[in-house]
């Protein structure tokens, strides 16, 4: 059987740089000094610690509770000591700090429990929720989404196609490659027991061309099951974008504002097939993942299986440590990642860590736009990123929505391909957040507004009841008089 | 001569008539203008802006007799609001966008007067008779009305901190383009 | 000829060949001040359409009726004055009740367009050349259909001005001006166009 693809629009084609990391199996990194767990990794509420200060943790203990409908737990990467309850450098752009519990490591590394193996296909698709969720699993595709709230949609929406991105777009980084080559047969394993938990007809791996081994394992690992299919994609950034895959398997467009299970699909990324076989089969949590530490600024560039929590700084040491001083270090790929601070952790996130060397940067000077329209070509969302710029530059955030800017999804490929090294993104950026802000502020204000006509309709109730209560009085008190006057004339009367 | 006196005359009369005929036809009775004014603003009625709350204001505003960045409080993008609203080209330079503060008791100086629980146009300060107040941060305004009543300056307006979740992109600066 | 084509060529030759604004340069005080804005733009053209065509017709009947016959020509422009005033009076009183926004954008300028030089150009234009009630009429209209065309073209290229990068020096009023020449220029294309 072979699917048909359909054309996205736009998207860019940049350098690779894939080889040095892709020939290399994932080795694993030693065991850091200190860990620092964050305890908000994902998208939603943070989690809320359950141990103390100064309490012995065995690894896969859960060390932070889920808080509210999105949120995930955190669980302990390694058997230790927690030493603080306290903020650290979150891996963020801002570089400011998150709570994260710190743990030292006692070595022993010791499991809370023996693996127990069960049978998935036993369970009830709300069992497996469950155990995702109790798992901590997120999209591990960097957006970091609690995974059991994507597949508990599926009980609310009938799903017909799980969708499994492969696709690994961003230059640089080759974690899901290696995973697919090495650990074929468990991600198989793991993508049919999504199929068994969102009861999804079938499923489709989507994989970019320019990784033949992996289709090639992954081809061979989905014989066992006929609804799992490997399909070849076109290598284009940014075809790991969750709309712009289901555009190309489904040829549907995702409208704004929709989710894909409006559409009957859902999209998970490999690694996160991979962690549910570990979390349903053998019931372990997500407490380590693979990174792609590359860059040209590093002397070993290689993939590793990293407990979270670990340190940027031990992973790039345990790398080989840098040949150069990079330019910058980016969480993610170069065309999405974020610029993070050097002592931040590995979170569950983290796809890539990744060091560039200043010729790789090569960033020019910013000149003025010509409207070549080169980035309305590249845009794979079809809007008009030098019109939204404008805009934004004059600070006419409104004339920005309407040229699209919510539905812009940062991908980086109109800054990529501008001439004049325009920072579009971190302009559309800062729209974007400033847009928020003034929503934030808006609704405190909705708040503060009614707060403030309640106080005043309290006060003007005191001073009613206030003046009744006086007039209530003072009509006593004369009623008193009368009576006495009236009693008095009465005794002299008689 | 007396033509023209005459014609003139007969002409503003005529004229005048019209005139006083349309006014009673198209009155308006209520500025309807300050009423979406008055819409947009914050309504915490904290007199920062130097009338004695949002209607005055933007009664003042509508009037055209106030200017559109007068209120502290609803800063830069209100000022933009107002701006659009009244057609006017405000020059939003000036406005720096306070920066956002919120009132926090000093727990050491606290006497438990309830003074600034009085003063707190939204009532914000909770807390009673010699007992610790304490600030609900969202719902203070910022705008300071405790620290001006307290009699032991425990209240102080601090920023608020950002944290990762209110941390926002900064605008790029561009070298002159 | 037939009078449908007559009035259509005149129609034209107003709004485009003689444009008040670009051509006469007239009515410059709204080209430049109310031009922010499309939106402003459009309702001071349409207000000044409205104000325009109703004096022009005003004015012509008070010059046949009044004027000639009595013969005070001397008193022209003091009755156009004082006509052109209550109508924008009547325009303004309608406006308010209708559309206060508009109303509250359009602020000074909205009385403003009893200076306009446009309103009463047109009007003593109108007698200048003799011209009969129907033409006087389409004189007035044409002029107001030119300039609310001018009003919108030049809003919309002051709309895309603000985003640009323009030197510091040439920021604002100064480029404004420049476009302003450079629209006036294009206009004068039209002057080809055959009216006849």
Redesign the interface.
């Known amino acids: 059987m072979i699917l048909r693809l359909f054309r996205i629009r736009g998207g860019v084609h940049p350098p690779e740089h894939k080889h040095p990391t892709a020939s290399r199996p994932i080795e694993a990194c030693p065991l850091p000094a200190r860990l620092y767990v964050p305890l ?1 990794q994902h998208i939603g509420a943070p989690a809320e610690p359950v141990v103390q200060v100064g309490e012995k943790v065995l690894k896969g203990q859960l060390i932070g509770h889920a808080q509210g409908p999105v949120s995930a737990p955190v669980h302990a990467p390694t058997s230790g000591t927690v030493t603080t309850i306290a903020p650290h450098a ?1 891996p ?3 570089g ?1 700090p ?1 709570v994260c519990v710190t743990i030292e490591p006692d070595g022993e590394d010791r499991w809370e429990s023996a693996p127990a193996e069960t049978d998935p296909f036993l369970l009830t698709p709300r069992e497996i929720g469950e155990r995702v969720a109790a798992a901590g699993i997120v999209g591990m595709g960097g957006a970091a989404f609690p995974s059991a709230v994507k597949l508990g949609a599926a009980t609310r929406t009938p799903i017909h196609t799980l969708i499994i991105n492969g696709g690994e777009c961003e230059p640089y980084l080759t974690c899901d490659d290696r995973l697919m080559r090495e650990r074929a047969v468990e991600v198989i394993d793991g993508v049919r027991i999504m199929l068994h938990g969102t009861q999804a007809t079938r499923a489709l791996i989507a994989i970019e061309e320019n990784k033949p081994s992996a289709i090639r394992e992954l081809k061979r690992a989905a014989r066992i099951d006929e609804r799992v299919m490997v399909v070849r994609i076109p290598a284009l950034y940014p075809m790991g974008s969750e709309k712009h895959m289901i555009q190309t398997l489904t040829g549907r467009e995702l409208p704004p504002g929709r989710l894909p299970a409006d559409l009957g699909l859902i999209v998970h990324n490999v690694a996160t097939a991979f962690a549910v076989h570990r979390a349903v089969r053998f019931g372990r949590p997500l407490i380590s993942r693979i990174v792609t530490v590359g860059g040209g600024a590093l002397r070993e560039p290689r993939n590793r299986e990293v407990l979270i929590g670990t340190p940027i700084e031990d992973l790039v040491e345990c790398c080989g440590g840098f040949a150069e001083e990079p330019a910058r270090l980016l969480m993610g790929g170069p065309m999405m990642g974020q610029v993070i601070p050097w002592n931040a952790p590995v979170v569950k996130g983290t796809s890539g860590v990744i060091a560039l060397t200043r010729e790789e940067i090569h960033i020019g ?5 010509i409207r070549c329209g080169r980035c309305v070509s590249a845009c794979p969302v079809g809007l008009m990123p030098l019109e939204m710029a ?7 955030f409104d004339g920005a929505v309407d040229h699209g800017l919510n539905d812009c999804i940062s991908c980086g490929s109109c800054a990529f391909v501008c001439p004049a090294s ?2 579009l993104v ?2 559309f ?2 729209a ?3 847009l ?3 929503k ?3 609704d ?2 909705q ?3 009614l ?6 309709a309290r006060l003007e109730r005191e001073a009613r009841e206030k003046a009744e209560a006086a007039a209530r009085k003072k009509a006593e008190r004369e009623a008193a008089k009368r009576a006495e006057q009236e009693a008095a004339a009465r005794e002299t009367g008689t | 001569m007396y033509a023209a006196i005459v014609v003139l005359t007969a002409m503003g009369l005529s004229l005048g008539f019209v005139l006083g005929l349309a006014a009673r036809l198209f009155r308006v009775e209520a500025d309807p203008v300050a009423e979406k004014i008055e819409a947009l603003m ?4 904290c007199g920062q802006c130097g009338y004695p709350g949002c209607k005055p204001a933007a009664e003042a505003l509508a009037r055209g007799e106030a200017s559109v960045t007068l209120c502290p ?3 830069r ?1 209100l000022a ?1 609001e107002l701006a659009q609203l009244l057609g006017v080209q405000a020059d ?1 330079s000036g406005v720096k966008d306070a920066v956002p503060m919120l009132a926090r008791v000093d727990e050491d100086l606290c006497i438990g007067c309830l003074k600034c629980l009085r003063a707190c ?4 300060v909770i807390g009673a008779a010699k007992q610790i107040h304490c600030v609900l941060p ?2 203070c ?1 910022g705008c300071g009305k405790c620290v001006d009543v307290c009699p032991t300056e425990c209240m102080q307006m601090l920023p608020i901190e ?3 979740r ?7 600066v ?2 002159a ?1 | 000829m037939t009078t449908v084509t007559e009035y259509l060529l005149l129609l034209l030759g107003t709004a485009l060949v003689n444009n008040v604004v670009l051509a006469k340069f007239l009515g410059l005080c709204p080209f430049m001040g109310v031009s922010n804005k499309l939106d402003t733009a459009l309702g001071m053209g349409l207000a000044t359409t409205f104000v325009l065509t109703l004096a022009a017709v005003a004015s012509w009947l008070v010059e046949r009726l009044l004027l000639q016959p009595l013969d005070i020509g001397f008193l022209r422009i003091l009755a156009f004055i004082l006509i052109i005033a209550a109508v924008v009076q009547f325009t303004e009183m309608v406006m308010r009740k209708t559309s206060p926004v508009l109303y509250q954008m359009l602020g000074i300028y909205l009385p403003l367009i009893t200076t306009n030089c446009a309103v009463l150009g047109v009007a003593l234009l109108n007698v200048q050349e003799q011209n009969g009630f129907i033409h006087s009429l389409f004189y007035g209209l044409g002029s107001a259909l030119g300039f609310t065309l001018v009003m919108v073209i030049f809003a919309g290229l002051r709309e895309r001005l ?4 323009v030197p510091a020096m040439f920021a604002g009023a100064p480029i404004a001006f420049i476009v302003a020449g450079l629209l006036s220029l294009a206009f004068m294309g039209f002057a080809g166009l055959p009216t006849h």
């Open positions: 908000q979150a963020h752009p801002s400011l998150v000077e910013t000149r003025a736009c404008s805009r934004i530059r004059a600070d006419q325009i920072p971190q302009f950026n800062f974007k957040g400033e928020v802000a003034r934030t502020a808006q405190k204000s708040v503060l507004k707060m403030a006509e309640q106080r005043q | 914050p309504g915490s009625q409080p609803g800063g993008a933009e939003l146009p939204t009532d914000a969202e719902a305004s950002p944290t990762v209110t941390w926002r992109w900064p605008k790029p561009l070298a383009a | 603000a985003l640009s990068a």
